[in-house]
């Protein structure tokens, strides 16, 4: 075994803290309903198109850049808040927050108040994330983490999958309006559920080398120091960046080519889309945490082998999807991308909640998150709709389909990226090691 894998595997105690699993279970929940505000919007893309007259760049702004620049740029100030404040609480406070905003785009009437709905959504949804990755850090040991993350960030295709089909199932009865609706109020009931039963674990006391007393909040600029000091969370910046701008690209821009190239009904995709792609995000999200679990016990250079190889699967199989002759055999051949676009989630995730000081946690995985969304979230759906709009233009008979296909490459520079992460990430974990033993 790779002794520097123990850093990143070896359990301070094996049996982490009692309420543990409730907590994974609600906080996953909420987390559920954070990715079901954010992917009905794509899955209502349509619909919303045609009653607001918007254009495929529009669109990527609405799904991508719009919300990207409120969720990662509150994203950080939201970790910092929760380096210092109950954890349990500000994940309470912005469910709730998210939720009224995504009721408030049900009485938008053009892109700008559909916009500034979104702004509202992407603030609230900031809060999320990064502060229950800490909460569950304290309540599972080094060794569990991994696979808690991979189980965690199955909320994604969940909320896919629900956003999909309870979102198109809610089109169809009481229009795209009517579907905001319902999906915010039940964020509303899971956050008053959260704040009553989860309580707020102690910080760090499963670390290695943890000394709680000296567990005190430290400062941005002392945080990013320290991050920008450890070369694998520095190219885990570049590598997830990179993938994330593949992941979104794909999940935002899917259902509409499935609708607009393929010409897939609004009742077809309700019943196939969501359970598809619920399934496959799921399988990768989790299948990229279960992995590293087991692999980097052995060789902790699998935190990047595993998302590299995926995403060297990501490009071809994406493409063979997109040139399929209807819209069955374009979901059918989508299985395999939409499993290996995600597998990189729950390594990145882990990476950081293990090489980063307890005090930082939370700012730290911030930081990764400010990379998965302003590269991928803001750049990757937006990009999409710049290319496929300027391939209108020029005449394109499929002008999405080709801007699809331009994901392709990025998956390619992705895998180099995770390539010059996995000949780094062993003395990072063995630094780690040294600092808890100093």
Not at 280 to 305: K, Q
Request: with cysteine.
């Amino acid at each position: 075994m790779d002794p520097s894998a123990s850093a990143l595997t070896s359990p301070r105690t094996a049996a982490g803290r009692p309420g543990r699993t409730i907590a994974l279970l609600l906080l996953t929940a909420v987390g559920t309903i954070n990715f079901v505000d954010r992917q009905i919007l794509s899955v209502l893309a349509e619909p919303i198109r045609q009653e607001l007259h918007l254009s495929d760049t529009k669109l990527g702004l609405l799904t991508g850049l719009s919300f990207a620049l409120f969720y990662a740029g509150m994203g950080v100030p939201a970790a910092m808040l929760a380096d210092r404040v109950n954890r349990v609480r500000l994940v309470a406070a912005a469910c709730l927050i998210w939720s009224v905003f995504t009721g408030a785009c049900a009485f938008a009437n053009s892109f700008w108040q559909l916009a500034l709905a979104r702004f509202g959504v992407g603030t609230g949804e900031a809060g999320g994330t990064a502060p229950s990755l800490s909460i569950l850090a304290d309540y599972y040991p080094p060794a569990k983490r991994p696979a808690v993350i991979g189980l965690f960030t199955v909320a994604g295709p969940l909320g896919v999958f629900i956003g999909a089909s309870v979102g198109g199932w809610a089109a169809t009865q009481f229009g795209w309006r009517g579907a905001f609706l319902l999906v915010a109020s039940i964020g509303a009931v899971a956050a008053l559920i959260l704040a009553v039963v989860v309580r707020e674990p102690p910080r760090g006391g499963l670390d290695p080398g943890h000394d709680r007393e000296t567990a005190k909040p430290t400062s941005l600029g002392a945080t990013v120091k320290v991050f920008l000091s450890r070369p694998s969370l520095r190219l885990q910046l570049l590598a997830a960046g990179l993938s994330a701008f593949v992941s979104y690209g794909i999940l935002n821009w899917i259902p509409a080519f499935l609708m607009r190239v393929q010409e897939m009904p609004m009742t077809e995709m309700a019943r196939w889309f969501g359970p598809v792609a619920g399934l496959a995000y799921g399988i990768g999200i989790w299948g990229g945490g279960a992995l590293v679990n087991w692999l980097g016990a052995r060789d902790v250079r699998a935190y990047a082998y595993v998302p590299g190889i995926a995403a060297l699967i990501t490009g071809p199989s994406l493409v063979v999807a997109l040139m399929a002759s209807s819209w069955q055999m374009s979901l059918l051949f989508m299985l395999v991308p939409m499993v290996t676009c995600t597998m990189f989630t729950a390594p990145a995730l882990a990476l950081v909640q293990n090489l980063s000081p307890v005090a930082a946690r939370t700012t730290a995985t911030a930081l990764v998150l400010l990379a998965f969304n302003i590269v991928g979230l803001g750049g990757g759906p937006l990009a999409i709709g710049m290319i496929s709009d300027r391939l209108a233009a020029s005449g394109d008979a499929a002008p999405l389909r080709t801007a699809l296909i331009c994901l392709a490459p990025i998956a390619v520079l992705a895998a180099l990226a995770y390539l010059v992460l996995s000949r780094v990430v062993g003395r990072d974990a063995e630094n780690v090691l040294k600092e808890a033993a100093a």
